[in-house]
């Protein structure tokens, strides 16, 4: 029996990965329709991520792990601060305000971004007088197009469930979207994409400074653990908030402290580092779909026009930039040759 090519392992792990975290978006939805503490909640999500992700550190990394300096804490403390605490911090919040559908879309925009980050750091090189960059940039702007027509456009309901799922009664729905404030939301979400961006762009020069793929990201977690820690004792003082009240509550805990954060920090670090950030980006427009899927027949959430126009525009602009990327290689690769 041949063994699996290692390009195959990494398309199975990118599926797994979009998928699960597809599915992130639609139970943390519905832990906020359950009326879960936005500060505890994530806390809490973490400390479960950790107590995979260490384990798994010590034991597989013992040999191999590198020694820790002053620097290297600094720069995980950091890590920490923007990847996974204000990355999580906005992207509830801007969650709590829309619908997993948008959530989705508006993470599309993520390579985009970090890919203008990255050319505006020098990381990243960009040629005008070539297709490859002429595609990078005009993705980038129809990618950011895309995140702004999601933000300034509701637009009408183009679907709307006619059974409410979960129990959830017509009604209390109704309210539900009345209450919400989209343009808060989205730009919270916004605030989650550039942090998302930021951190992939921190990662990827750490990396090389310190390969040990599940210590690098438990690190990250520990220290996001304490920031959070931090913030929810100062502001949310009602014990009643620390506490599970439900068997719901502690399933959405465990599936997004085991899969949409355990899981998703180890294959995307791993992806990164045998593929590359081009990789993990192409196959975000999946949880895109998955996530619209599992919202509207799982939740009951109306689809919006300003939502599918904003996530066909950046959905686009990712592929060009992708493509860009991809030309770019390939003629790097001609010149080696």
Known sequence: MSPVPERTKLHIAMAVFQTGYAGNHVIMRFALNLGVSKLIF???????????????????????RPRMTTSLLIQFFLLGLVGITLNQGFYIFGLDNTSPTFASATENAVPAVSFLMA?????????????DGVAKVVGTFVSVAGSL?????????????????MD?????????????NWTLGCVCLMGHCLCWSSWIVLQS?????YPARYS????????????????????????????????????????TGLVGSGMVFAIQIYV?????PLFVSAYLPLQTLLAALLATFALGEHLYLG???????????????????????????????
């Open 119 to 131: 050319a505006l750091l020098g990381i990243e090189k960009v040629e005008l007088k070539r297709r």
């Open 149 to 165: 027509a999601i933000t300034l456009y509701k637009g009408p309901t183009i679907y709307q469930p006619s059974l409410r799922s």
């Open 307 to 337: 939502g599918l126009i904003g996530a066909i525009l950046i959905i686009c602009g990712l592929y060009l930039v992708v493509m860009g990327k991809s030309g770019r290689r390939k003629l790097f690769a001609n010149s080696n040759t």
């Open 272 to 276: 990164v580092e045998r593929g590359g």
């Open 42 to 64: 994530p806390l809490y999500r973490n400390i479960i991520a950790l107590s995979v992700l260490a384990p798994s550190a010590f034991f597989l990394e013992k040999k191999e």
């Open 168 to 180: 959830q009664p017509t009604n209390a729905g109704e309210a539900e979207e009345q209450n919400k």
């Open 216 to 255: 690098f990201v438990s690190y990250s977690c520990l220290f996001a653990v304490f920031q959070i820690v931090g913030i929810s004792a100062y502001f949310e003082r009602d014990l009643e908030s620390w506490k599970i009240k439900s068997g719901r509550e502690m399933y959405a805990l465990l599936y």
């Open 205 to 209: 020069p750490l990396l090389k400074r």
